[in-house]
């Protein structure tokens, strides 16, 4: 008998090819009635290849072996529920980092130089003889603060340090095989940091750690990089700030509650705005969807698997 497994969304055309050519896969987001659907065929599921499963799935799915997520984050999983029911939880590291880690640069100099307002400031006509842009800055001698410095922070630490830029971090924990300078407190490393990049994990945790506070101490020439999760910044302060001048910029390609986004945010022209495009590679995402179905590979084998987080 083949195993049957479930999606709850779209995944990557290559990793759906991968998934159908192993197993029997079940769209609960293309059918009529997914409520019904799973009470009559719940029972049969035994994984679970996609993001975003909470309690509530998993007692329709009551013989569940394992959700293998799509993506390095899991804070959308309820990894305590799934811990009580015995499920095992898996993501997607390492293979995202360096495409992460390249998004992060491009947006910090897209926002130390206006890229995207100097590409606007060409096509509206702007650029006329005697007119001219302000002058900006460059990252080139600033300090970097690191909220986070897992796999993909020391990538972005690696990648600022050959843009000449000092790097320093703060973390639950030191880490003493790390040559750069650890802050155990967030505001003490936000006030002595030109820029504060976030890529620390979601979760309760880690909601609003980059409170008012952090972003006051920042200041107004500071500048804020999120390539994390929006829930990590009190987003209303961030945005307060950045209006008045007690910020001096953002570039962020996460937010609070996305898809959604503040439209006052529209009207700064301190802010880069990225659609959550932090992996959004053709061969990251390729790589991504390959480990998933790896590790459900690995399951059903009998093997260990490959980055199993519960």
Known sequence: MTIEILQTGKLLASCEAALAQRYTVHKLHEQADPKAWLAENGARIRAHAGSGVQADLMDALPNLEIIASFGVGYDNIDTKAAKARNIRVT??????????????????IALARRIPQADQYVRQGKWQPGASMPLFSEL??????ILGLGRIGKEIASRAQAMKMRVVYHGRHRQLSEPHIYYDNLVDMARDSDWLVIIAPGGKGTERIVSREVLTALGPKGMLVNVARGTLVDEPAMLELLQNGGLGGAALDVFENEPSVPQAFFALDNVVLSPHQGSATVQTRDAMGAMLVANLDAHFAGEPLLSQVV
């Open 91 to 108: 993501n997607t590291p390492d293979v995202l980092n360096d495409a992460v880690a390249e998004l992060t640069i491009g947006l910090m």
């Open 140 to 145: 080139t001698g600033k300090t970097l603060g």
